[in-house]
């Protein structure tokens, strides 16, 4: 079992900066491919970056050259660095974990935090 707890969310003006943590529990963290989605209001969960558990990153169009994620294995915490932010970023993140071993899935999601920015 793996249990992830986000925070950094917050609210804050169009242009500015916020930094997400996803932190997790459990000693094989770095085995984990990770993520970070988004639910905006009104909207479908969506996907706005991952890395693998080789560091390898991938993000939504949408954010890229504005988001950075990353990773410290030795702290069992996945980041997210929001700059340029936009009203249109407005929604709930949330951090993912999984990882398929042996030929099974293990799938894991954190209870979300909400980042709010204002025009």
């Known amino acids: 079992q793996v249990q992830l707890v986000e925070s950094g969310g917050g609210l804050v003006q169009a242009g500015g900066s916020l930094r997400l943590s996803c932190a997790a529990s459990?000693?094989?963290?770095?085995?984990?491919?990770m993520g970070w989605f988004r639910q905006g209001p009104g909207k479908q969960r969506e996907l706005v970056a991952t890395?693998?558990?080789?560091?390898?990153?991938n993000y939504a169009d949408s954010v890229k050259g504005r988001f950075t994620i990353s990773r410290d294995n030795a702290k069992n915490t996945m980041y997210l660095q929001m700059n340029s932010l936009k009203p249109e970023d407005t929604a709930v993140y949330y951090c993912?974990?999984?990882?398929?071993?042996?030929?099974?899935?293990?799938?894991?999601w954190g209870q979300g935090t909400q980042v709010t920015v204002s025009s």
């Open positions: 993912n974990a999984n990882r398929l071993l042996w030929g099974s899935v293990s799938d894991y």
């Open positions: 459990g000693r094989t963290f770095s085995s984990y491919a």
């Open positions: 890395i693998t558990s080789g560091g390898s990153t």
